[in-house]
């Protein structure tokens, strides 16, 4: 598909991205602050100098940089009068002086069935992942175009970048980790399995708009579809792994609060949610368009030790979560947890202990984390373990705790729990044996069954 400059020296493409973002009112770098790529984590920030202290901005890029459904709104209006929202597409007066703007432009073409019912029916998602398919990776195939956001676009990941993402085994028939699918966590092939499902969706919302721009050209017969396809599983994982979140005036679905965000998104994550960077929104600082300048402050933690990485929080996240959604997982991860719904489920053979969960909207959700097994978890066991289910009701409702159930409880738990281990080290040891995927995507996998077994060890107080 197009030739993107990815090609060019890495260098390049960030001062190429830097005086891009300089033509904006409102962009800044913080000076003791430079961008740096390792093998670990790919590019991030680094203390180059100096110190940061908490409140210092680390870096704020105005509206009018982000890609998010406003910005994507006003720049398909450029080229399509029928988008037409009050206070987010262009004025008419700034459609008739832009330059770009012209007749023959492929935008105007590609733009033309996007009006104002069909724009607001789709999600964020869907608009980004249809404007950014179409700006990088189809009209750049067209004579003279190039995109106001090329400089961003040159910055994002490659697909090979993403490749430990669960999802994209799935989507991408030539991942060759498809076999990685059934060695993951019950818990991860679920996230992986949503994943897969919502990115078909939404290819099959935004493909008509494809296929109008397609049959408007000569020669669309010779564009190959599945290729179209990986272009936008490519896209969908650029989006999915870089956004941050922002409410979106417009919409009411909490999915379509994201904004895309040049230089921040260099940002790596780290699981303490207090210590580190945090964002904030001025909405005031308004550009032509967007949702205002988006900044990164430091947190409690202060950074002095030069080469120190400065880090942001995504969300108290699980490994599984963090694979799914980014490709990596922590060694230390103190949001971790273990999702052993379907193993205690599997073990509730009684039919009126199972019906007394379901009435009771205790049946499933049993998670155990190294701090705690959930109260869900015991309430179940506590169900199976005791023929008295009223004693069971007062211990749902906080009135007697769960060493009300003796030992029969803790003996249950504990066998659960190390026949958990059992299977988690018999799923490490055929990982280990797999020789043919991708080993930075099997190593992902092997650490999430590590960071189970350092849970489950916990409880078994055995921390070998
Ligand atoms: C928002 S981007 C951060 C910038 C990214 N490192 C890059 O090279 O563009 C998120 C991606 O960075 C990587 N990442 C973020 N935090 C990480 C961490 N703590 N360890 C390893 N990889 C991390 C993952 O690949 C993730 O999908």
Redesign the pocket.
Known sequence: MAATSQSLPWDERLDYLLKWLEESEGFAVNEHVRLQDTK?????LYLKSGALKKRDCIVSIPGDKQLNFYTVIYHISLFNCELAIDGVSCPSSDRANNKIYEADDPRTEAYRHLTNNVVLGLSSFQLLSLFILFEWKILPQESNFTSFWKPFFDVF?SFE?LRSIPATWVCDPESGNLELIEMLPAASKKHAERMVSQVKHDWETIFPFIQKWLESREGASQINKQKLFSEFVHVYFVIN??CLYIEIPLKTDVADNFTMVPFV??????SDVDAYCKPRIERLKKSPCGLGNFSIVAGDHEYVNLGEEILLNYGAHSNDFLLNE???V?GENMWNYIDVSSEAMELISQVHVKEFLIENNYWGDYTISSSEVSFRLLVAFAAVVCSDLRKVEKFMLGYITESSFGSALSSMLREFIASLTKNVETKVRSLKATSKPDPLCSQNVLHVYEGYLQILRQHLGDNA
């Open positions: 670990r984590s790919g590019r991030g990941p970048d792994s870089r998104d260099f940002l790596n994550h780290n980014y490709g990596f922590l």
